[in-house]
């Protein structure tokens, strides 16, 4: 079930919760307290997303698309800083990579109906205050793929196989403990209950109504600290 899209073996990880408890060690033995927390990769992830400017858009799809129309309720903004846990100072030139499954709870690799790479993209924060911006959709929540030895381990567990909303994140720089994380629309029914146990309350977000912008109906601000190595 694994190829260069899919990481099944991941997934097994993730729904037995073993990707995160050897988060939660590693976080807590390295990362300064004051940082960001960490959570789980997922088996959904792909190297090498464009790198795009700041203010642009990660929905690729067509906007005369059934996909586009479908996602366009969910649009969103997305905005914030990147900085030092130890220092409170900005990391220009940090790279915030950003991925997340579609309002149908597929990501692009799983959906014919969306363009390569969609929903993905890089962003270089910018000088001199670190910070980063792009135009990305409100999370849904959905089901992990229940079609390989994964789905089979849940419904032996008889165990739901949803994950709340969220939106996947990497944040690197030179000299800095690159971050993997997570933050999760703390208004989601599943936010208590996640198929994977990635959740943490420093990773709970709100999204706000967004007005005066016709590009998205939703904003989020969400800064990110970093622990120097």
């Not at 790479?117 to 980063?132: E, I, K, S, V, W």
């Amino acid at each position: 079930m694994s190829d260069n899209k899919r990481n099944e073996t991941g997934l097994l990880c993730d729904i037995l919760g073993l990707e995160s408890l050897v988060d939660e060690i590693t976080s807590k033995l390295l990362q300064d307290a004051a940082a960001t927390p960490s959570a789980v990769l997922g088996p959904f992830y792909r190297a090498g997303a464009p790198l795009l400017p700041n203010g642009s858009s990660i929905v690729a799809a067509a906007r005369n698309s059934a996909w586009y129309r479908q996602a366009e309720p969910y649009l969103t903004h997305v905005s914030g800083r990147v900085s030092s846990a130890s220092t409170g100072k900005p990391i220009p030139g940090a790279v915030v990579d950003v991925w997340l499954a579609g309002p149908n709870g597929l990501y692009e690799q799983q959906d014919d109906a969306q363009p390569d790479m969609n929903l993905r993209g890089r962003f270089r924060a910018d000088a001199p205050r670190g910070t980063y911006a792009l135009y990305a959709l409100r999370p849904a929540a959905y089901p992990i793929p229940l079609d390989g030895p994964a789905g089979r381990v849940l419904t032996l567990l008889d165990r739901h196989p949803y994950r709340p909303a969220h939106v996947h994140f990497i944040v690197s720089a030179p000299g800095f403990r690159t971050l993997t994380t997570q933050v999760f629309d703390r208004e989601d029914p599943y936010i208590r209950d996640d198929s994977v146990f990635a959740v943490k309350d420093e990773l709970l977000v709100t999204f706000e109504e967004r007005r005066g912008d016709d590009k998205a109906r939703w904003s989020l601000v969400y800064d990110f600290a970093l622990s120097e190595v």
